[in-house]
């Protein structure tokens, strides 16, 4: 059983997260999706999974998807900083140009709220911005080296977007060890958005702007991780070309296989006519 938080709005009340608490606390699992435009954050969660989401939006005007040539752009930031972590997996391999972060929060270390001698969580943060990106405090889409009155100072950094938190094994009331509670948080629920794209020949598709996070993440949580990877299929995929490809195909097509035809039979013709006659001589029976 899988417990999936995408992206609440509003903050989630004192009895709700005490009741997630204890879940977590007998082994549960946990995907928490987080969003800096809305109010929710992880609460008395923090303590249990040692991450404090932080709604500042993660900002980059060095790697970014361009979408409209606006300084709004660079909340598209991209970024290519995966752990090898589980979790990850498929993604790392798959996501060549760059996952986006659309609006992305951040995520910073919390006190684990552990007792005292117990065995502290294993944490990991799976997914960092580039180097280049920086919170945008003040919402102006610029990097602001020096804060004005009031205001906190900017700084590069590589923020961190995920964490993957494994608690320590727990005793059932049979004695028996069971494993621990296994919880990932993202600080950007748009991962988990769909997007339409364009899949050649004029053709659009609707694909997750995650790629495969979800489902390696599902599979991390249920215990399932060794059958992470990349799913091969035998479907035939269409060959895509880009503009100045499918230029080249229709100029080779129009002119140059017609000229390569004239080409061919003119030569022909040329051999044909410098080919001497056969010489000839009449029989008497």
């Given at each position: 059983?899988?417990?999936?938080?995408?992206?609440?709005?509003?903050?989630?009340?004192?009895?709700?997260?005490?009741?997630?608490?204890?879940?977590?606390?007998?082994?549960?699992?946990?995907?928490?999706?987080?969003?800096?435009?809305?109010?929710a954050?992880?609460?008395?969660?923090?303590?249990?999974?040692?991450?404090?989401?932080?709604?500042?939006?993660?900002?980059?005007?060095?790697?970014?998807?361009?979408?409209?040539?606006?300084?709004?752009?660079?909340?598209f930031?991209?970024?290519?900083?995966?752990?090898?972590?589980?979790?990850?997996?498929?993604?790392?391999?798959?996501?060549?140009?760059?996952?986006?972060?659309v609006?992305s929060?951040?995520l910073?270390?919390?006190?684990?709220?552990?007792?005292?001698?117990?065995e502290?969580?294993?944490?990991?943060?799976v997914?960092?911005?580039?180097?280049?990106?920086?919170l945008?405090r003040?919402?102006n889409?610029?990097?602001d080296e020096?804060?004005?009155?009031g205001?906190a100072?900017?700084?590069r950094?590589r923020y961190?977007?995920a964490?993957?938190?494994?608690?320590?094994k727990t005793k059932?009331?049979?004695?028996?060890?069971?494993?621990?509670?296994?919880?990932?948080?993202?600080a950007?629920?748009?991962?988990?958005?769909?997007?339409?794209?364009?899949a050649?020949?004029?053709q659009?598709?609707?694909?997750m702007?995650?790629?495969?996070?979800?489902?390696?993440?599902v599979?991390?949580?249920g215990g399932?991780?060794?059958?992470?990877g990349?799913?091969?299929t035998?479907?035939?995929?269409p060959?895509?070309?880009?503009k100045s490809?499918?230029?080249v195909?229709?100029?080779?097509?129009?002119?140059?296989?017609?000229?390569?035809v004239?080409?061919?039979?003119?030569t022909?013709?040329?051999?044909?006519?410098?080919?001497?006659?056969?010489?000839?001589?009449?029989?008497?029976?």
């Open positions: 059983t899988v417990v999936i938080v995408l992206g609440p709005t509003q903050p989630l009340q004192a009895a709700e997260l005490a009741s997630l608490d204890r879940y977590l606390a007998k082994g549960g699992r946990i995907l928490f999706a987080l969003d800096p435009q809305a109010e954050t992880l609460g008395q969660l923090e303590g249990r999974l040692g991450v404090r989401f932080e709604r500042a939006s993660i900002t980059d005007d060095r790697s970014f998807l361009p979408q409209r040539g606006s300084p709004a752009d660079r909340r930031a991209l970024t290519t900083q995966f752990s090898s972590h589980a979790s990850t997996t498929t993604l790392s391999r798959t996501i060549e140009a760059g996952l986006p972060l609006d929060g951040a910073f270390d919390a006190d684990f709220a552990a007792a005292a001698g117990a502290k969580p294993k944490k990991t943060f997914i960092r911005s580039m180097e280049s990106a920086w945008d003040n919402n889409y610029t990097f020096k804060a004005a009155e205001e100072a900017e700084k950094d961190n977007v964490a993957a938190v494994e608690g320590a059932g009331a049979d004695g028996k060890e069971t494993d621990g509670f296994r919880a990932l948080v993202y950007d629920v748009d991962l988990f958005a769909d997007a339409v794209v364009d050649g020949f004029g659009r598709a609707l694909v702007i995650g790629g495969p996070i979800l489902e390696d993440a599979r991390w949580l399932e991780e060794v059958f992470a990349e799913v091969i035998e479907d035939d995929k060959i895509k070309h880009s490809q499918d230029n195909w229709f100029l080779l097509i129009i002119v140059g296989l017609p000229l390569l004239l080409g061919l039979g003119l022909a013709t040329r051999r044909r006519r410098k080919k001497p006659a056969l010489a000839t001589r009449e029989v008497t029976p």
